[in-house]
T-cell receptor, first 115, second 114 residues
């Protein structure tokens, strides 16, 4: 149980375009979802926390208008990287909590490459 | 906010030896401490966790110890195997009363040499 999926796994896009990444909890209702960014050989950096039906809480330094997060249901959260640039290239991972387990279940990640 | 320090950043051990990774945290209100293993390009996988009311927990070759007074916790892997090679992250979670915060350590790259 407690499976989190992400789509797509890998995306290459041109500079200036927008990319949407989906995060789904497959067998549970996620009370809270988290979006992380991970650069090579570095730890996970929390970008934002989102609760279903409310606005996401962004971490300091993360641009809200660039990284749009929508948490429309208890099983789906989306991250849209708007007007992507090469420096946005990274590994983006989502995670979710169930409310029963205090830890987080992680998605498989999405590797974004902006050319 | 919480600050989690993790050491060492890299660790190489011979197959069969033990590996120890240590983390310290700053927020005494943190009450849950998971350890994650992340292989290259993959998601972090929970390998063991410990709550603040427990001092030690063991699961086969993996154990975690927690010293609340000193605010540090450690991961111990015995009889290491090549498949243990990965990056390990500790984390400190403060959960309760409508609040939730998870802070990761910077990671330890473990290499097990056959």
């Amino acid at each position: 149980g407690a499976v989190v999926s992400q789509h797509p796994s890998w995306v290459i896009c041109k500079s200036g375009t927008s990319v949407k990444i989906e995060c789904r909890s497959l067998d549970f209702q996620a009370t809270t979802m988290f979006w992380y960014r991970q650069f090579p050989k570095q730890s996970l950096m929390l970008m934002a926390t989102s609760n279903e039906g409310s606005k996401a809480t962004y971490e300091q330094g993360v641009e809200k208008d660039k990284f749009l997060i929508n948490h429309a249901s208890l099983t789906l959260s989306t991250l849209t990287v708007t007007s992507a640039h090469p420096e946005d290239s990274s590994f983006y991972i989502c995670s979710a909590t169930t409310g029963k387990y205090v830890g987080q279940y992680f998605g498989p990640g999405t590797r974004l490459t902006v050319t | 906010g919480e600050n989690v320090e993790q050491h060492p950043s890299t660790l190489s051990v011979q197959e069969g030896d033990s590996a120890v990774i240590k983390c310290t945290y700053s927020d005494s209100a943190s009450n849950y401490f998971p350890w994650y293993k992340q292989e290259l390009g993959k998601r972090p996988q929970l390998i063991i966790d410990i709550r603040s009311n427990v001092g030690e927990k063991k699961d086969q070759r993996i154990a975690v110890t927690l010293n609340k007074t000193a605010k540090h916790f450690s991961l111990h892997i015995t009889e290491t195997q090549p498949e243990d090679s990965a990056v390990y992250f500790c984390a400190a979670i403060r959960s309760g009363a409508g609040s939730y915060q998870l802070t990761f350590g910077k990671g330890t790259k473990l290499s097990v040499i056959p």
